[in-house]
């Protein structure tokens, strides 16, 4: 999948293994830079083999117990009808979250 994120410390979070070790601590940041890596690799979300995925309307949430809480939203237009994407066809997510952090 194609990743954008939210803000630019989620950006630097995910590139800079020193900022991620300060904002989500060691263990956190080691399994933060695997699951980005799978989430790239990925067609969509179902994809994702490590952790737990949970859909809720158009956020979806990738959870590693005891480490990792990874929050992402379909990087696509919104549209007014208040519809909800189909998880199974979304390439394109955009990082709005992780732990604490947004």
Same mark, same amino acid.
């Given at each position: 999948?194609?990743?954008?994120?939210?803000?630019?410390?989620l950006r630097d979070i995910?590139?800079?293994? $020193? !900022?991620?070790? #300060?904002?989500?601590? #060691?263990? *956190?940041? !080691?399994? =933060? +830079?695997?699951r980005h890596s799978d989430? +790239?690799? *990925? $067609?969509?979300?179902? #994809?994702? /083999?490590?952790? +737990?995925?949970?859909?809720? @309307?158009?956020?979806?949430?990738?959870?590693?117990? @005891?480490? /990792?809480?990874? &929050?992402? *939203?379909?990087?696509?237009? &919104?549209?007014?009808?208040? $519809? %909800?994407?189909?998880?199974?066809? %979304?390439?394109?997510?955009? =990082?709005?979250? !992780?732990n604490n952090v947004k």
């Amino acid at each position: 999948m194609l990743i954008a994120y939210n803000t630019e410390l989620l950006r630097d979070i995910c590139f800079r293994d $020193s !900022i991620a070790k #300060e904002h989500l601590g #060691e263990k *956190a940041a !080691i399994s =933060l +830079q695997a699951r980005h890596s799978d989430i +790239q690799a *990925a $067609s969509n979300v179902f #994809e994702l /083999l490590v952790g +737990q995925v949970s859909v809720d @309307g158009n956020l979806c949430t990738l959870t590693v117990p @005891g480490f /990792l809480s990874i &929050v992402m *939203a379909p990087n696509y237009p &919104v549209s007014n009808d208040g $519809s %909800v994407y189909d998880w199974s066809t %979304v390439g394109r997510v955009k =990082l709005m979250g !992780i732990n604490n952090v947004k």
